[in-house]
């Protein structure tokens, strides 16, 4: 299973987890911190897209190691559900003569001029003549951060040794069967520059925005020993106002 992928349930960091790094100063009685700033793609892609509004649980994401909440997620069916559409999709890519690299064999890791790494893993990357895409495969709900996460590996790849390096990469996204296309037209200067700026939000030293919210919290996998101010209970409905 690629320590990328997203299941569909949004409590997923856990599955996401970096490589642990020794000789880490301790935070607190939880967290230790990484020697350099360490950051998915899938954990930029959401806060890309919008759907994340509290960019300080990505923060400290990248810059600790923490012990994380169980997320109940049955991580084993979604890995083999995962597996199986990703199994299906390269045979066929194969059939129609591509030549097909999967999962570690696309692993790769950006390091900026100030030391935080950005490292991304896509399912499939496809070749065939002057064509080059970059695939990935996905067994929930459409989200508007996979097209995100599919613009980052595009942008990322062509920088990286590999038969994809100097190339202009198209997207794919699919979805048990059905495949959007994500246009290499979509990487132009905007792009870039989100990339850029949430990037170095979410690496830099300064603490990042923190938005708590029932909505988001309840799918963190960030206890409160590490965010006080993480809320676990929804708030009840207003009953005695009088308008309706």
């Known amino acids: 299973m690629s320590r990328e992928k997203d299941p569909p349930v949004e409590s997923v960091a856990s599955a996401e987890s970096a490589p642990a790094q020794p000789d880490l100063s301790r935070n607190s009685d939880t967290a230790t911190r990484r020697p350099n700033p360490f950051i998915w793609v899938s954990w930029l892609s959401k806060l890309m897209a919008g759907e994340k509004q509290c960019e300080w649980a990505t923060w400290f994401r990248s810059h600790y190691i923490w012990e994380k909440v169980p997320s109940g997620l049955d991580l084993a069916k979604w890995t083999a559900d995962h597996a199986q559409l990703l199994r299906a999709r390269k045979a066929e890519l194969e059939a129609e003569g591509f030549t097909v690299y999967a999962e570690d064999q696309n692993s790769f890791t950006l390091m900026g001029a100030t030391g935080i790494e950005v490292s991304g893993k896509p399912d499939l990357v496809a070749i065939r003549g002057q064509e080059?895409?970059?695939?990935?495969?996905?067994?929930?709900?459409?989200?508007?951060?996979?097209?995100?996460?599919?613009?980052?590996?595009?942008?990322?790849?062509?920088?990286?040794?590999?038969?994809?390096?100097?190339?202009?990469?198209?997207?794919?996204?699919?979805?048990?069967?059905?495949?959007?296309?994500?246009?290499?037209?979509?990487?132009?200067?905007?792009?870039?520059?989100?990339?850029?700026?949430?990037?170095?939000?979410i690496g830099g030293a300064e603490p990042a925005r923190k938005a708590p919210s029932w909505g988001e919290c309840r799918y963190c996998d960030i206890s409160s020993n590490d965010c006080p101010e993480r809320i676990d209970i929804r708030t009840e409905a207003v009953t005695d106002h009088g308008l309706f």
Not at 149 to 169: E, F
Not at 174 to 183: A, E, K, L, M, R
């Open 132 to 201: 080059a895409y970059v695939e990935d495969c996905k067994t929930g709900t459409p989200r508007h951060s996979d097209h995100f996460q599919v613009l980052t590996y595009m942008l990322a790849l062509p920088h990286v040794d590999g038969p994809w390096k100097g190339r202009k990469l198209d997207g794919r996204i699919i979805y048990n069967g059905t495949v959007v296309d994500v246009p290499s037209s979509k990487i132009d200067a905007g792009l870039r520059e989100l990339f850029r700026k949430t990037v170095l939000t």
